[in-house]
């Protein structure tokens, strides 16, 4: 951990504490963002769209979100890097985590999600959830459960899955009709 690292943790998380009332939305913030993420690119698999283009993007988000998820595990595998609490640079809001801190999962998935938006050329609604995804992420440094380097290690390993799913998952292709094809 570097010296920066810590200070800006420090610096988040050091705002948490004084006014009930961030306390309580960022802690809402960081449980609640990741189902309600899912949640509002699942249930438009449902609205009427005229296009599979719709649904593609929607099918890429979900498997960027599963393949960063993956990825954060294999890196757990080798990386057992304390969560700030446990080494005194945060107060911690919530209950404590039984896994180590890097990357975080709600970093990996938020990011993902949004990138695989903005890689498949949607762009306002990757932007959007895009800024979800910073608020989501600096809401697990204000909480105490993450350094400000392990949600930056979980964006890196979002943008990937994303990217990585934008070159596999092709629009068009026999997969992707029989996919988008299904309900």
């Given amino acids: 951990m570097t010296d920066l690292d810590a200070a ?3 610096w988040i998380n050091g705002w948490s504490g004084h006014i009930a009332a961030a306390d309580v939305l960022m802690t809402w913030i960081s449980a609640l963002g990741i189902p309600v993420l899912v949640l509002a690119v699942a249930v438009q698999w449902w609205l009427p769209r005229p296009d599979r283009s719709s649904r593609h993007i929607l099918v890429a988000a979900g498997l960027s979100f599963l393949l960063g998820l993956g990825f954060n595990q294999i890196v757990l595998l080798f990386v057992h890097r304390l969560r700030p609490y446990d080494v ?3 107060r911690l809001l919530v209950e404590r985590s039984a896994d180590f801190s890097v990357p975080s999962d709600h970093a990996t998935a938020s990011v993902a999600i949004a990138t695989a938006f903005l890689l498949h050329g949607f762009k306002r609604q990757g932007l959007v959830l895009l800024a979800v995804a ?16 392990d949600v930056l290690g979980g964006a890196i390993t979002g943008v990937a899955a994303a990217a990585a799913v934008r070159a596999a998952y092709r629009e068009g292709t026999r997969a992707d009709r029989l996919i988008t094809g299904i309900l």
């Fill in 8 to 10: 800006l943790t420090t």
């Fill in 88 to 90: 005194g640079v945060s």
């Fill in 134 to 149: 910073v608020l989501l992420a600096v809401s697990r440094v204000y909480i105490g459960t993450h350094f400000l380097s």
